[in-house]
């Protein structure tokens, strides 16, 4: 009798910075070859789940901790981390936190090198593992200049080269563009059905039901609620709760009450007719990390009061090299940016983030204070907010991410998503008149992304919302202008019908037509503009 790869007994840990479990009481048994789903809102324990499943817990996240994890047979209290890194390999959520090579192909075979096999063999694995992949080109270029893209296939090239028999993805499309996710997800598919035992934590889960998943599980508070059929996942799960087709959710939405319209909908933050000057101006704005490698190639483009605007584009394609340079971060190499009228070049990061504050995409690049209220207290009190109205704005900012309750947690004890929302909190708080976020949705539940966005959208302060993501769906929901990058250039700007009907320049710039979109073409001359699922159910049926 063949021995299950993973094996989990009555398990339960609790974090030794929280009085109350992370999860409880987890029982899961998972054959060799099977791919399974681990669908939950963020913060219920999927993340904590596979600190389990990995060794990370209990000895690099200390606790209390209850049960017992087989992996092929071997329990692994008994394993060091080294040799359960052998058994199961993990690609993180945050791709920042796995990488420490400078060059890609020392990335690669950092693994290899530390269980000292032959120089031979390691070249061999780490060709192998870029072939694979289709990153070969990315061999010898320095991954500290690589796109969070690009990083995640790093990650998943270093751990596939070590050969583990089961395979940890911890939201592993949270980086990827649209069409390098589908590649991502077809990898999983055939890894899974060549016999690698797939646990895939992910709250994309529309698109990992389209490889069918051979099992799914849902997670709630700590616990397992669903154990089943993929296809009998919706039957147990609020929509809110996961991300389902739009069509399904449309289906679900039309028997509950209307939501709530917004006080400013996309699209309904008019530009007055005579505009004052561009809160924002590129004008020819050129700038590379390598000279043989343009990262950003002749931009020309305005920001103004009232625009709510999703950058677009493929892994690597300029879309955060573009909006460092906003805030000051880059500084053109030709060209020039203006910030209300005044170069970059003459003015401080800190001077600039008056006006524009930033979110970056990875929340370890942000968050260094030992408990929540203090990174949210940290940027209002540098800019000289007084400390009444430094209390109210760090308040606003904890309801609107929905943060309430964890004040006195550690950031960096939390899980991605999150750690994702302090980081977004954080910037709300010091109230600059831009928001400006680079991956807003990544690791966060649909019901998080939905009431945080919209909270966004209405508030006063904001004269423009800027954020670049890979999720195509919440370009569609809530800008009302789409740019799109591709290798450093501004390919289109329009609005989100003029940018997203054409479905050849789509795939063009590695773009996938999501359900959500194809549902908002169809009733585009019923509705006139672009909606969330929930809208349109009530808007059409």
């Known amino acids: 009798m063949d021995i299950e790869p993973v094996i989990i007994e009555n398990l339960s840990f609790r974090y030794r910075s929280r009085a109350e479990p992370a999860i409880q009481n987890i029982n899961l048994r998972v054959s060799a070859g099977q791919l399974v789903l681990i669908a939950g809102a963020s913060g219920c324990g999927k993340t904590t789940l596979a600190r389990c499943i990995n060794g990370l817990i209990p000895r690099s996240y200390k606790g209390e901790v209850q049960g017992r994890i087989l992996l092929q047979g071997q329990d692994t209290a008994a394993l060091s981390l080294a040799r359960i890194s052998q058994l199961v390999g993990t690609v993180l959520q945050d791709p920042e936190r796995q990488i420490l090579g400078t060059r890609v192909a020392n990335e690669v075979a950092f693994g290899l090198e530390n269980l ?21 080109h990315l061999r010898d270029r320095e991954t500290f200049n690589l796109s969070g893209g690009e990083k995640q296939k790093i990650a998943l090239a270093g751990v596939l080269a070590m050969q583990p028999r089961i395979l940890l993805l911890d939201e592993p499309l949270a980086s990827l563009d649209p069409a390098s996710a589908q590649e991502a997800l077809a990898l999983a598919r055939r890894l899974a059905d060549e016999g690698m035992t797939i646990l895939m934590i992910e709250h994309r889960v529309e698109d990992v039901l389209s490889i069918q998943p051979d099992r799914a599980l849902f997670m709630n ?43 400013v909908l996309p699209g ?27 990262a950003l190639e002749g931009v020309t483009l305005e920001i103004q009061r009232g625009d709510i605007i999703a950058v677009l584009g493929p892994n690597g394609a300029g879309k955060t090299t573009l909006v460092k340079h906003a805030i000051g971060l880059l500084k053109p190499k030709r060209g020039r940016v203006l910030v209300e009228g005044r170069d970059t070049r003459d003015l401080s990061v800190a001077q600039i983030a008056h006006t524009l504050g930033y979110v970056f995409q990875s929340p370890s690049h942000m968050l260094f204070a030992p408990t929540v209220y203090d990174e949210l207290a940290f940027g209002p009190t540098n800019l000289g907010q007084k400390p009444q109205e430094m209390e109210q704005a760090t308040r606003e900012a904890i309801q609107i991410v929905n943060l309430e309750g964890l004040e006195k947690y550690p950031p960096l004890a939390m899980s991605f998503g999150q750690q994702k929302r302090v980081s977004i909190a954080a910037v709300l708080a010091m109230r600059s008149r831009i928001l400006a976020m680079d991956e807003p949705t990544a690791g966060q539940d649909y019901q998080n992304y939905i009431s945080f966005m919209e909270a966004i959208l209405q508030m006063p302060g904001f004269e423009a919302i800027l954020f670049i993501t890979h999720d195509v769906d919440l370009a569609v929901a809530y800008s009302n ?28 710039n590695r773009l996938v037509p999501t359900s959500l979109l194809r549902a908002n073409l169809d009733f585009y001359p019923r509705t006139g503009r672009f909606m969330k699922a929930e809208e349109l159910a009530h808007a059409v049926l």
């Open 221 to 263: 508070k700590g616990q397992i609620e669903y154990d089943g059929p993929a296809e009998g996942l919706e039957k147990h799960v609020d929509y809110r709760q996961v991300k389902l087709p739009a069509r399904l959710i449309m289906k679900m939405a039309s028997r509950q009450p209307p939501p709530p319209r917004l006080e």
């Open 481 to 508: 202008r789409v740019l799109l990058v591709n290798q450093g250039r501004l390919v289109c700007d329009g609005s989100p019908y003029e940018v997203l009907k054409d479905q050849e320049r789509l795939t063009s």
């Open 116 to 136: 000292g096999l032959p120089r031979q063999e390691i070249l061999q694995r780490v060709e192998q593992a870029l072939d694979y992949l289709g990153i070969s």
């Open 268 to 294: 309904g933050k008019a530009k007055p007719e005579n505009a004052a000057a561009p809160l924002v101006k590129f004008e020819d704005a050129s700038f590379w990390y390598e000279p043989e490698r343009p």
